[in-house]
T-cell receptor, first 110, second 113 residues
Framework: GIQVEQSPPDLILQEGANSTLRCNFS?????LQWFHQNPWGQLINLFY???GTKQNGRLSATTVATERYSLLYISSSQTTDSGVYFC????????????FGQGTELSVKP | EPEVTQTPSHQVTQMGQEVILRCVPI?????FYWYRQILGQKVEFLVS????????KSEIFDDQFSVERPDGSNFTLKIRSTKLEDSAMYFC???????????FGQGTRLTVV
């Protein structure tokens, strides 16, 4: 099956710093989504980005499908950005089944 | 904005008891999913459901699990005889026809004691 690898596994930042999270995947995909899991365990959908670049406030994401990676940028980080960030992908013709990476655990210190 | 809703947010059950987790997908969506996340681990696919039948299920989804769309709005996951290792967050997701983006509920935390 498709492999999804996220890096780094853990990241500690000071408030106000910028960061880049990476997601590599081993096969062509027709869906890629980034999620933030908050301390209560809820999955918050950040981006649907099978290709291209999107921005939403301090967050932006870029997927280079031909090179099989996606990046999530967090600028001017805040303590509320803490939590685990997951990348999830769907291979073509998989009926919507998402395969998740292991996540990047981000901790933003005041 | 329409959203997927899951109830309850947290359920505690005794080992061996049956539990039903409930989800209300977004109303015009046709594809439904359940995922599971054991504490500290990644989110794993359990089952997909389309046109009133299971499309695909993972190895985790054994005979103890079943899904149902009983009334055209709810989508349920039943665990017949819970084990300690069923303790996890369970997420429901849905998507419409022709769209690959999946919309997730907020999850149900199941604790088996």
């Amino acid at each position: 099956g498709i492999q999804v690898e996220q890096s780094p596994p853990d990241l500690i930042l000071q408030e106000g710093a910028n960061s880049t999270l990476r997601c590599n995947f081993s096969d062509s995909v027709n869906n890629l989504q980034w999620f933030h899991q908050n301390p209560w365990g809820q999955l918050i959908n950040l981006f649907y980005i099978p290709s291209g670049t999107k921005q939403n406030g301090r967050l932006s994401a870029t997927t280079v499908a031909t090179e099989r990676y996606s990046l999530l940028y967090i600028s001017s980080s805040q303590t509320t950005d803490s939590g685990v960030y997951f990348c999830a992908v769907e291979r073509y013709n998989q009926g919507g089944k998402l395969i998740f990476g292991q996540g990047t655990e981000l901790s933003v210190k005041p | 904005e329409p959203e997927v809703t899951q109830t309850p947010s947290h359920q505690v059950t005794q080992m061996g008891q049956e539990v039903i987790l409930r989800c209300v997908p977004i109303s015009n969506h046709l594809y439904f999913y359940w995922y599971r996340q054991i504490l500290g681990q990644k989110v794993e696919f359990l089952v997909s459901f389309y046109n009133n039948e299971i499309s695909e299920k993972s190895e985790i989804f054994d005979d103890q699990f079943s899904v149902e769309r009983p009334d055209g709005s709810n989508f349920t996951l039943k665990i017949r005889s819970t084990k300690l290792e069923d303790s996890a967050m369970y997420f429901c997701a849905s998507r419409p026809q022709g769209v690959t983006e999946a919309f997730f509920g907020q999850g149900t935390r199941l604790t088996v004691v």
